[in-house]
């Protein structure tokens, strides 16, 4: 039976291969990596236009950046960092939307991963309400501050670990653990009437 090769060393291997002018390779980097990068800016952005700017811009500068990647953390961990300042970049340009979309070809379902359901008042069609209890949801998680909405979509979207995070964003683990408890604490509140059991959920 082969080996499986490890992902790190895959990724290790095709940025390598992408250094040398190797495009294919990091076509390959793209098709892996993408919808991951776009689940994080939409997340982070709560608008499709602007999260497909986002991971465009962010494999972008990947690919320019290539030459001065050293490998510590992880090619995905170094682009996630990238997206994640981009999307930064832009929340700051453009200031915080009133308006939040649901993109319904987002592969994540947020309320799934908090564990929320929907009451028996909120359900007329089990269907159209969970549609409509991830619009609650994303909502709730734009109204978060940045660095909150950060973790919450790491974590509880993405499925990142504390340590993880913290190497995205360049924190230590404790404000990661600081950041998270906050976000649950405000999600709680504002998603009140549709929490499962009366709370987020808590890490197993």
């Known amino acids: 039976m082969a080996r499986k090769e490890d992902p790190a060393t895959?990724?290790?291997?095709?940025v390598e291969r992408?250094?040398?002018g190797d495009h294919e390779a990091f076509s390959r980097l793209v098709a892996k990596y993408e919808k991951r990068i776009y689940h994080l800016a939409f997340g982070m952005l709560g608008n499709r236009d602007d999260a497909l700017d986002v991971t465009q811009e962010a494999f972008i500068k990947a690919y320019r950046a290539l030459k001065g990647f050293r490998g510590g953390g992880g090619?995905?961990?170094w682009l996630y960092r990238i997206a994640y300042?981009?999307?930064?970049?832009?929340?700051r340009k453009e200031g915080r939307r009133t308006h939040v979309e649901f993109d319904e070809t987002y592969v994540t379902?947020?309320?799934e991963n908090l564990q929320l359901s929907t009451s028996s008042e909120f359900n007329p069609a089990k269907s159209v309400a969970q549609k409509e209890l991830n619009r609650v949801v994303m909502d709730a998680i734009q109204r978060l501050p940045e660095h909150?909405?950060?973790v919450i979509v790491l974590r509880e979207v993405e499925g990142h670990s504390y340590e993880e995070i913290a190497r995205i964003l360049k924190i230590r683990k404790g404000t990661v653990m600081?950041?998270?408890h906050?976000?649950?604490q405000q999600l709680q509140t504002d998603l009140s009437p549709y929490i499962k059991e009366g709370k987020v959920r808590e890490d197993r």
């Open 75 to 77: 090619f995905h961990t």
């Open 182 to 184: 906050y976000a649950r």
């Open 178 to 180: 600081s950041r998270l």
């Open 109 to 111: 379902n947020p309320a």
């Open 148 to 150: 909150h909405r950060a």
């Open 18 to 20: 992408s250094r040398a």
């Open 85 to 91: 300042n981009q999307a930064i970049d832009l929340i």
């Open 10 to 14: 895959e990724d290790l291997e095709l």
